[in-house]
Each structure stands twice: as structure tokens, then as C-alpha cells.
């Protein structure tokens, strides 16, 4: 059975920061490509930062420069630290897993910033 757990999300002021985590299990995680998506309410859902196999990176423009996507393949787990947080950060934050033929969803972590 494969589960993709968030966790990190949070209340946080502007400016501040937090780091979201995505534990996998029942997948080979090394293979599979690491996203965040995010979903404000009322809005579309967004690939926010992406990681490959090869840690090649990708970042919406609007968090370029503020968050960071990692990946550590022994925990089977993808990070993404944010950083300068902005009320139009404020959303639900969805871990994705995906290589050809599959593609897999977390629950989603709630991040809200507000002062």
C-alpha cells in the first residue's frame, strides 16, 4: 500500500519560516520524481517545487529564491523549506509522487501565513 504522509504545516507569521515533510512508503522512492503542489482556496492546484531521481530541481517563479526542495533517499523522504513566508503562501500543501505509469497523492498539510 503506498502512503504519502505531510507533515509541517502550521500557523506562521509573515516572514517566518517552516519546513514540510513527505514520508513515503510502499513505493521505490529513488525512482520516483518528488513534488509539492499547493491549493489556495478558490485557486487551481499548483506544482510549487519539483525534485527528480537525478535532484535536478524546478521552482514556480513565485517561490524562487524562498523555498527549497530536498530529498533524502535512505529516509524515503522529501523535505520543502520555506522561507520568507507571505500571505499568499496560505494554502494546502500537497506531496506528489510520480514516474511513468504512476502517480500518488498525499493528504495535504494546511499552511497558513497571517499576522
Known amino acids: 500500500q503506498v502512503q504519502l504522509v505531510e507533515s509541517g504545516g502550521g500557523l506562521v507569521q509573515p516572514g517566518g519560516s517552516l519546513r514540510l515533510s513527505c514520508a513515503a512508503s510502499?513505493?521505490?522512492?529513488?525512482?520516483?520524481?518528488m513534488a509539492w503542489y499547493r491549493q489556495a482556496p478558490g485557486k487551481q492546484r499548483e506544482l510549487v517545487a519539483s525534485?527528480?531521481?537525478?535532484?535536478?530541481?524546478n521552482y514556480a517563479d513565485s517561490v524562487k529564491g524562498r523555498f527549497t526542495i530536498s530529498r533524502d533517499n535512505g529516509q524515503n523522504t522529501a523535505y520543502l523549506q520555506m522561507n520568507s513566508l507571505k500571505p499568499e503562501d496560505t494554502a494546502v500543501y500537497y506531496c506528489?509522487?510520480?514516474?511513468?505509469?504512476?502517480?500518488?497523492w498525499g493528504q495535504g498539510t494546511q499552511v497558513a501565513v497571517s499576522s
Open positions: 510502499g513505493i521505490n522512492f529513488v525512482i520516483y520524481t
Open positions: 506528489n509522487a510520480w514516474v511513468v505509469g504512476h502517480d500518488y
Open positions: 525534485i527528480t531521481s537525478g535532484h535536478r530541481k
